[in-house]
Nanobody
Framework: QLVESGGGLVQAGGSLRLSCKAP???????????MGWYRQPPGKERDLVAT???????HYADSVKGRFTISRDNAKRMVYLQMNNLNTEDTAVYYC??????????WGQGTQVTVSS
């Protein structure tokens, strides 16, 4: 249902832009769905990074505020996570999540982000 891309290896202080596409979502469903990015560092649990509602209200984890920006393009059925000033603690597998109005939840397969010091 969801396909992430854009992960990779970057040096500390660098930037990456993650993308999440929902190719099977019809526009009316996608436009009102809450979309989010979560991450799972090695050996740790999966945690919230950022969310964006259909009304484009955003929420960020304290650890990424001021560095990461979530956005969406409904016409393209895309969600983005712009990550700036990355540090080694941002190393994780990043997952895209979709919560539809009917309560259905979908996850992507994840994309690896590795930040080297």
């Amino acid at each position: 249902q969801l396909v992430e891309s854009g992960g990779g290896l970057v040096q500390a202080g660098g930037s990456l832009r993650l993308s999440c596409k929902a190719p099977r979502s019809i526009l009316s469903d996608f436009s009102v769905a809450e979309m989010g990015w979560y991450r799972q560092p090695p050996g740790k649990e999966r945690d919230l990074v950022a969310t964006i509602t259909g009304a484009r209200s955003t929420h960020y984890a304290d650890s990424v505020k001021g560095r990461f920006t979530i956005s969406r393009d409904n016409a393209k059925r895309m969600v983005y996570l712009q990550m700036n000033n990355l540090n080694t603690e941002d190393t994780a597998v990043y997952y895209c999540k979709q919560v539809r109005q009917n309560g259905q939840i979908y996850w992507g397969q994840g994309t690896q982000v590795t930040v080297s010091s």
